[in-house]
């Protein structure tokens, strides 16, 4: 059979479907509207049914790209939101290409450790198995939250799905599913990872989620791909979290998709993950290319839960930021905060010889930088000397970089405030200084301005005579002395160049 016009009544399905098979692998058809064209010569009929259930997954499987999957039996709930059925044949339809709906949320998910995995491995096998992992365990275990998840590029997952209890829950049994395996109750999964399965590492992921808002877009390509502002919000968040935690597990979402699964979990009488189990933490206000948004972390692991310790202090710490008391309020709020870090934090040693007087006193590292941040406080709240309040800060700071496992956030919004502050004790210590050198004969005593007159001729002729003294070296001898130390540190620009994921 080489045209439709060849059909007679003794052709079998089987020949029809042959030929409408080609029609579509040559890209003649190339849409359910399409093929339901195509066959209006066909009677109505078994053999017409047959040919337009069986060639639909085909033309699903080539066109549709990240949607290959989507049919009404799978993805009941999906189906309606993204796809346009026929109205004549049900099981079959139309890809929407563009759309804004409110209950559409998506998720990216990078796993760490992938790429040193795949390069260290001389065993072919469990490269495979980890592939199977990803294309087999993972779609399932989507499809049974009713999200449709799909490996992008390498180890980068992409998920969609219009609630967000089931893609919330979603990433974070993937992460279960990667990792240390403490949620993840699926028998199947069990039983193969008796097997096989448990020859592979435990790895952590990265992942970014978003949707829920009310102009949301999502847009899908000719070629089935994605794009829109809820794929790129998730892609961001995902990129984010990856640069905050680059080995252990990292999850963020904006306060809209953490706002509505609490309200989906509140609707069910058994929700899937109990508090201890999965808990989320409002960080604050961030921006990404113009877009405003609240972002929450959802917290996964045992090794993190102790941060909702300090939640009460971190909600404080940002309402003082938001409402722009810089004051008072931001720097002995952050302090207070840092403080309960520190307290929430399991112990830990300074074994940096900068910290000698900690080891005198027999301090833990917990106690040292509570100190620390108590002296910060008391200074900046005395405002006598704002720069040693802020050198305070930056000791406590340096300190809890060094720790492992300390807030990502925490980190960030210390720098954000010291550099903010800096900028402001600049300023103030211009001030300060003109205003004393103007009004020194008053502030000083006679005698005192005399020596002060004194100490500063000597301070300008010692470095005067310092920058002599360096001059009269041979200037062939300084030249040597730059080439040696270019060759003994070895400059390189590998921190400045480097772009992360």
Known sequence: MRDIKDLTAETTSYELFTHVYWQVVTRHIRSFSDLVNYLECVEEGARKDYVLQSAFPLIREIYWGFFR?????????????????????????????????????????????????????????????????????????????????????????????????????????????????????????????????????????????????????????????????????????????????????????????????????????????????????????????????????????????????????LVRFLDAVENNRWTESVFLELADLMIEVCKAMPKFELSSPENKDVSERGESGNTAVIRRLNEAAERFSAGRDFSEALDALSDALRILEDVPGTDSFLLMYGEGVEAAYRKVCCAYDNHIEGYTEKNRKVLFLSDENAEFDRLCRAVRSHETMKSDLVGRVDAEKRRRLWNKLIKQMEPTLEDSLYLGK
Not at 78 to 106: H, R, V
Not at 155 to 172: F, K, P, Q, R
Not at 283 to 309: C, N, P, Q, W
């Open 69 to 313: 999957d989507l049919n009404p039996k799978s993805y009941p709930v999906l189906w309606g939101q993204l796809a346009l059925p026929n109205s004549d044949y049900p099981f079959g339809g139309e890809l929407k290409l563009s759309m804004s709906i409110t209950d559409i949320y998506c998720a990216f998910i990078d796993i760490h450790g992938y790429t040193e995995f795949s390069k260290n491995r001389n065993d072919a096998t469990l490269l495979r198995l980890l592939d199977d992992c990803i294309e087999e365990d993972v779609k399932a275990l989507c499809r049974e939250n009713n999200v449709i998840g799909n490996r992008a590029r390498g180890d980068e997952i992409i998920l969609i799905g219009t609630s967000a209890y089931d893609v919330v829950n979603s990433v974070v049994l993937i992460a279960d599913y990667f990792g240390e395996r403490r949620l993840t109750g699926k028998r199947e999964f069990v039983k193969r990872r008796r097997g096989e399965f448990n020859k592979l590492p435990d790895l952590s992921v990265s992942a970014g989620i978003a949707g829920g808002r009310k102009y949301t877009s999502l847009v899908i390509t000719k070629a089935g791909d994605l794009s829109g502002t809820v794929v790129n919000t998730a892609a961001r968040l995902q990129s984010r979290a990856n640069r905050f935690s680059s080995a252990a597990t990292r999850i963020l979402t904006t306060q809209n998709v953490r706002l509505k699964y609490e309200s989906d979990t509140a609707k069910r009488y058994a929700p899937m993950f109990t508090p201890r189990q999965m808990a989320f933490l409002d960080v604050g206000y961030f921006s990404f290319k113009g877009l405003d948004m609240r972002i929450t972390e959802i917290l996964v692991d045992k090794a993190v839960m102790h941060r909702l310790e300090y939640k009460e202090s």
